[in-house]
């Protein structure tokens, strides 16, 4: 078995790390950051996140799935909230268990924490930067309260999320594409209080306020607070560059969120002292050099939330490799790590437009009557034809089908019902004009 540095311990770090250890390798598991169960330096910077089956059954190979859940809040649906104030629930599936989990990351992040220092094999090193790295030789040098040290190993895994020290390393080798796109949209983070006897939302939903150039979403905690999100863009009106005092946003919330005014008494202060971020689709290629260096999650494919995929994808990744290690043998590295980029990259590129495209469905499409047609319309398919019908979020929430292979099959299911939507329309017309003739003759 082998030496292994992962870098990052975040999610998909953490959770290699218990895999690779279980399967007999010993890991040194590194991070720039404290430990969180210490000190969390990235408070009011952190959106929840809605747990499928991708991650969940991630979670369910390390034992964790059901310690998760239990601090988890079910949400079945979305509640849409107009700017009047009224609301209306959409289901996200068509069955019952057909639910996203809000979790909050970092108690996820701690819950993998402890998986991985109760796995013999894993010694995990905090504060301690990625400074450079041999991708022929395998050493590694790392930075701990200014001093330097180098340390040799097998393999290096990269899992230090969206800006990877270890990508950047791969790309200076040369022959590595790297491209990132910015929305011009941003996010800030708003937390809406319990009230005195409660939650004052729905607290087995996610919330939405579509208000088509932007949106404010809430996710619900297991004390009945909401983590709520807004989602602006940088210019413009309202826009993160234009809202900037207090009485702005005093102003724009008693015109676009009136009813999210009254439930957060300091919403304004919130606002001017949170951080503003950005959102930002990065993809590279390819992950891997001669079977010692590998990127993984955020570090070789980071999407835009707006599907709740991102850390769900990058869990999936783990479940991805390791199966791939159990086939071709878990010091077979270069062949698994070929194979693993072969088979993920048009999985996570299709992510990436998927959820793009599902941010214009988020804050516009949903308060259509249109949309709402249309999901009807593929609840009804889906309950005649189950096996031949199935919705595309169905398919990325509550299944591990491939994400290019559900995009495919959402575009071939899109395409007929287009023809045949227009064979009845059709026969609608010449259906009226037989009727018409038989009436004149």
């Not at 849409?80 to 639910?99: L, M, N, S, V």
């Not at 077979?332 to 990259?345: C, G, I, Q, S």
């Not at 064979?423 to 017309?429: A, E, F, Q, R």
Request: aromatic share 8%; charged share 20%; hydrophobic share 45%.
């Amino acid at each position: 078995m082998s030496d292994v540095a992962v870098a990052g311990a975040g999610l998909t770090g953490c959770l290699l790390a218990v895999r690779l250890a279980r399967a007999g390798h010993d890991i040194s598991l590194f991070d720039r950051r404290h430990d969180l169960r210490v000190r969390d330096d990235d408070a009011g910077r952190s959106i929840n996140l809605a747990l499928s089956t991708r991650g969940l059954d991630a979670l369910n190979r390390v034992g964790l799935e059901q310690i998760v859940l239990e601090q988890a809040i079910d949400m079945p649906g979305r509640m849409i909230h107009d700017a009047h104030g009224k609301t209306t629930f959409q289901p996200y599936g068509t069955e019952a268990h057909h639910k996203l989990h809000s979790v909050n990351r970092d108690e996820l992040n701690i819950a993998l924490l402890d998986a991985a220092d109760a796995t013999p094999g894993v010694t995990t090193y905090f504060e301690h930067r990625i400074r450079d790295l041999s991708v022929r030789s395998g050493d590694l040098i790392v930075e701990h309260r200014a001093e330097t040290r180098t340390s040799n190993f097998d393999v290096i895994y990269g899992a230090d999320g969206a800006y990877s020290a270890v990508r950047g390393r791969l790309q200076r080798i040369g022959r590595v594409d790297f491209s990132q796109e910015f929305l011009g949209h941003g996010y800030k983070e708003i937390a809406i209080p319990a009230g005195p006897n409660g939650p004052l939302l729905d607290p087995n939903a996610l919330h939405i306020w579509p208000r088509g150039s932007h949106m404010m979403i809430a996710l619900p905690n297991p004390d009945g607070s909401f983590t709520g999100t807004l989602f602006w863009p940088f210019s413009g009106s309202p826009g993160f560059e234009t809202v900037v005092s207090e009485a702005d946003v005093a102003e724009v919330f008693r015109s676009q969120f009136p009813d999210v005014l009254a439930l957060i008494p300091d919403l304004a202060a919130q606002y001017v002292a949170n951080t503003t971020s950005s959102l930002v689709t990065m993809r590279s290629g390819p992950w891997h050099h001669e079977g010692r260096v590998m990127l993984i999650g955020d570090a070789a494919h980071a999407v835009v939330p707006f599907l709740g995929q991102g850390a769900n994808a990058a869990l999936e990744d783990v479940t991805v490799l390791m199966d791939l290690y159990d086939q071709h043998g878990h010091d077979a590295h270069e062949t698994v790590f070929d194979a693993f980029y072969l088979e993920r990259k048009a999985d996570v590129d299709a992510l990436a437009n998927l959820a793009i495209e599902h941010y214009d469905e988020m804050r516009t499409d949903v308060s259509s009557r249109w949309f709402l047609l249309g999901k009807s319309l593929e609840r009804a398919l889906t309950s005649a034809m189950p096996a031949r019908f199935v919705p595309l979020y169905t398919m990325i929430s509550f299944s591990r089908t491939p994400y290019a292979e559900a995009e495919a099959r959402a575009n071939q299911q899109r395409d007929r019902l287009r023809i045949a939507a227009s064979l009845i329309g059709l026969l609608l017309v010449a259906a009226v004009v037989a009727a018409i003739v038989l009436a004149t003759s």
